[in-house]
């Protein structure tokens, strides 16, 4: 079967460093993508990966490495608007989105 | 501002009854998803939309319906609701050449069936 894995909570401060995992098994794979979604609100699309590597857009970062079924969403400089849901999904190899059930970030003062 | 609208935005419906969500969007995109969101789940896949006049089942499509008769509207039917189908619902709709495929979402339709 397909499978996402993500940590169900994890928490940060304000103005540190949090990197939330995902490993992934699935059909054939055809690009990773990560979204935000805020308490009660829509999912917002985050970042894209289809090569290994990292991928850099202000104070957010992912990573890929399609060997190791693995990808991270690194954020920086925590704010509290951060604290959100983050979700996982990979495409699969007939083009449909196996989503993670997300992880849930708080971010202290 | 050019997006996915859903309607209605929340609904209290009882058991049995007929219920259809809607969804319009006006960014020409070519494929449109139904999705269900409950706690501690990933987003379920219900029915797509690859391109208008076409449409699929997904993950668990029973119990409802879509249909696409032009690029704009992809309304989601229950024919008979069951308590079961209580759940947040997302629209969303994604272009599926020359982009990433990102999909981009409505702000949802949250029904409790009693």
């Known amino acids: 079967g397909q499978n996402i894995d993500q940590p169900t909570e994890m928490t940060a401060t304000e103005g540190a460093i949090v990197q939330i995992n995902c490993t992934y098994q699935?059909?054939?794979?055809?690009?990773l993508f990560w979204y935000q979604q805020h308490a009660g609100e829509a999912p917002t699309f985050l970042s894209y990966?289809?090569l290994d590597g990292l991928e850099e857009k202000g104070r957010f970062s992912s990573f890929l490495s399609r060997s190791k079924g693995y990808s991270y969403l690194l954020l920086k400089e925590l704010q509290m608007k951060d604290s959100a849901s983050y979700l996982c999904a990979v495409r699969d190899s007939n083009y449909q989105l196996i989503w993670g059930a997300g992880t849930k970030l708080i971010i202290k003062p | 501002i050019a997006g996915i609208t859903q309607a209605p935005t929340s609904q209290i419906l009882a058991a049995g009854r007929r219920m259809t969500l809607r969804c319009t969007q006006d960014m020409r995109h070519n494929a449109m998803y139904w999705y269900r969101q409950d706690l501690g789940l990933g987003l379920r896949l219900i029915h797509y939309?690859?391109?208008?006049?076409?449409?699929g089942k997904g993950e668990v499509p029973d119990g409802y319906s879509v249909s696409r008769a032009n690029t704009d509207d992809f309304p989601l039917t229950l024919a008979s609701a069951v308590p079961s189908q209580t759940s947040v619902y997302f629209c969303a709709s994604s272009e599926t050449s020359g982009s990433t495929g990102e999909l981009f979402f409505g702000e949802g339709s949250r029904l409790t069936v009693l």
């Open positions: 939309s690859n391109t208008a006049g076409t449409t």
């Open positions: 699935t059909s054939g794979f055809n690009g």
């Open positions: 990966n289809v």
